[in-house]
């Protein structure tokens, strides 16, 4: 059994290789009426784009999506939309090693204890290129929720942290780094980690602003519990956190407590330690969701290993690979949060009317 699609009435599924002719989605479930074309989808996935710095992998994809259903005269029908995006810069021969050797740290060897056969050519489905289709998905599920803005960005790299924050600089370094300071330093480490055949790890934050009270089910649909799916299914995550996360196990209760008092449109939070959910259910706070991620498994440095026939190997892996897988998946994680929340809105919809 493959799970390939995820959500519950906004529903996504991805097919495609990392080496295959193309990569594609079906998004099933998106209302109709939506103004949607490829011009809507194409400046998220611009931002996702290999090649675009010297920090990121060097293949060369446009990754220039076509809306192939679902859309008539420039709107959304209600039937499933079909996106496809190409691959035109696979270079198969950099995986000859990685046929006959397992990289430690990567899904080679459970690709093959679970189907007794894989795909080496860039690790196949198990590739993060299976995530420009997300954000391209994630384009779709953002129309659905205007009301609600999504902002992801990069708080720590190889484990230096940001000690500032303005919005403005997210956008204006190839890190999606809110400190301008910590950007210069990252430059120089995740420089010096590509020259010695290394990686670095990194962690993401996402904040989602304008979300109302109410979204998400109790007990087994909670909204944070569908947020930590969503981005542990991302490539490369080991850890998530809601709001303060792992911090409010140090935190005595008074103090985690998110304190309320009267206001004009409701209560008023006097913190946000929960990350706008409480019993799975936004609270009408921001929603604030954390992700680490390990630092690359294909790297240039040798490391010790098995082959397919269970004797002692030793692999480096060529090819052209993200020192940080972290930088990108800034924006994948934007489109999950986005996935996530629109199908909650849409199940509030169905509901609670």
Known sequence: MSLNSFGRLLRVTTWGESHGPAI????????????????????WLDRRR????????????????????????????????????????????????????????HADYAYDAKYGFRDPRGGGRSSARETAMRVAAGGVARLVIPEVRVRAYLVELGGDRVETFDDAEIDANPFFCPDAAAAARWEVLLDAARKAGSSLGAVVECVATGVPAGWGSPVYGKLDADLAAACMSINAVKGVEIGDGFAAARLRGEDNADAMRPGPDGPVFLSNHAGGTAGGISTGQPVVVRMALKP???????????????????????????????????PVMEAMVALVLADAKLQHRAQCG
Not at 298 to 325: K, N
Request: with cysteine.
């Open 296 to 330: 690359t498994s294909s790297i240039l440095t040798p490391v010790e290993t098995i082959d397919r026939s269970g004797a002692a190997a030793e692999i480096a892996t060529p090819g052209r690979h993200d020192p940080c897988v972290g930088i990108r998946a800034a």
């Open 24 to 43: 594609g989605a079906v998004v099933d479930g998106c209302p109709p009426g939506l103004t949607l074309g490829e011009a809507d989808l194409q400046p």
């Open 50 to 105: 290999p090649g675009t710095s010297r920090f990121t992998t060097q293949r060369q994809e446009p990754d220039t999506v076509r809306i192939l259903s679902g859309v008539y005269e420039g709107r959304t029908t209600g039937t499933p939309i079909a996106l496809h995006i190409d691959n035109v810069d696979q270079r198969s021969k950099d995986y000859a090693g990685v046929a006959q050797a397992y990289r430690p740290g």
